[in-house]
C-alpha cells in the first residue's frame, strides 16, 4: 500500500508517518516543512526531500536500512541529530554553503554491538564525513547531473525524447570521460542512478552504453551497482 500525499498539504507535522515500516512514501515539491520525527524509524531505502524544503530536521532519524537520500542544493540547514541511527546511508551529497548541526550521522547500538553507521566507518569523525559529502562532486558533473536528476526533470525528458528519436547528441554532448570515475564513496554514476527516486530505462541503457565498466565497478563498500538495483525493489 501506498501513502498518497495531496497537493494541497505544505506541511508534514511532528510524528506523522513515525515508524510507517515499509510503506512507500514520495512527497510532491510543494511541500515546504518536514516535522520533528515526522518519518522517524521508517524502513524505506530512499527519501527524496523535496525542493522548497532548505532546512532538514531530525525528520528522517532511525530509518534504519535507508541507503540513499537525495537533498536539493539549496538546503542551508541541516540540524542536530538529522539522519542519526541511519546505520546504511551511503548516497547523499551535501550542499557546499550549508550550515550543520552535531552528532549528524552517528550511530548508537547496544552494548557489544557495532554502533557506526557506514559513513563513520568509512570517514571517522563528523567533521571529515561533512567535508567529503560537500566535496562529493567536485569535477564530477556527470555524478552531480544523476544525483540531483529528480530535480531537474527535464533534463529526464530531454533524454528521453532524444533518445525515442535516436537523436542523442544533446544528451550527449553534457557526457565526458568523468563518468568512468569514481567519487569519494567508490560510485560511479549507475551506482547513483540505481539508488535515485526516479528510474528511466533509457537512462540506465545511456549511461550502460557510455561508460560500460559501471556495470562491474564497486564502491568503497565493495557494492556493485545491482545491489542498489535490488535495494530499490523493496520500495
Known amino acids: 500500500m501506498n501513502i498518497n500525499i495531496p497537493n494541497s498539504l505544505r ?19 510543494s511541500i515546504e516543512r518536514i516535522g520533528y520525527s515526522a518519518f522517524a524509524g521508517c524502513i524505506f531505502t530512499n527519501f527524496r526531500v523535496p525542493p522548497l524544503i532548505t532546512v532538514i530536521s531530525d525528520g528522517i532519524s532511525g530509518c534504519k536500512y535507508i541507503l540513499s ?22 548516497n547523499v551529497a551535501l550542499p557546499p554553503d550549508a550550515v550543520f548541526g552535531d552528532f549528524i550521522f552517528i550511530g548508537i547500538g547496544t552494548q ?11 570517514f571517522g569523525l563528523k567533521a571529515e564525513i561533512i567535508s567529503e559529502l560537500q566535496h562529493r562532486f567536485d569535477g564530477l558533473p556527470i555524478h552531480s547531473l544523476i544525483y540531483y536528476q529528480s530535480y531537474n526533470q527535464g533534463v529526464l525528458q530531454e533524454a528521453a525524447i532524444n533518445l525515442r528519436s535516436g537523436q542523442r547528441r544533446t544528451l550527449r554532448s553534457k557526457l565526458d570521460p568523468t563518468g568512468n570515475q569514481q567519487d569519494c564513496l567508490g560510485m560511479t554514476p549507475l551506482h547513483i542512478l540505481a539508488c535515485s527516486s526516479v528510474h528511466n530505462l533509457e537512462l540506465y541503457c545511456l549511461i550502460v552504453e557510455m561508460y560500460p565498466a559501471n556495470l562491474i565497478t564497486e564502491d568503497r563498500w565493495g557494492a556493485a551497482t545491482a545491489l542498489y538495483i535490488l535495494g530499490s525493489c523493496t520500495r
Open 69 to 90: 537520500i537525495e537533498l536539493p542544493e539549496n538546503v542551508t540547514d541541516i540540524g542536530d541529530f538529522a539522519f542519526i541511527y541511519c546505520y546504511c546511508l551511503r
Open 11 to 29: 506541511r508534514i507535522k511532528y510524528c506523522a508517518f513515525s515508524h510507517s515500516h515499509r510503506t512507500p512514501i514520495r512527497l510532491h515539491d
Open 112 to 122: 557489544g554491538q557495532d554502533n557506526f553507521t557506514d559513513l563513520q566507518r568509512m
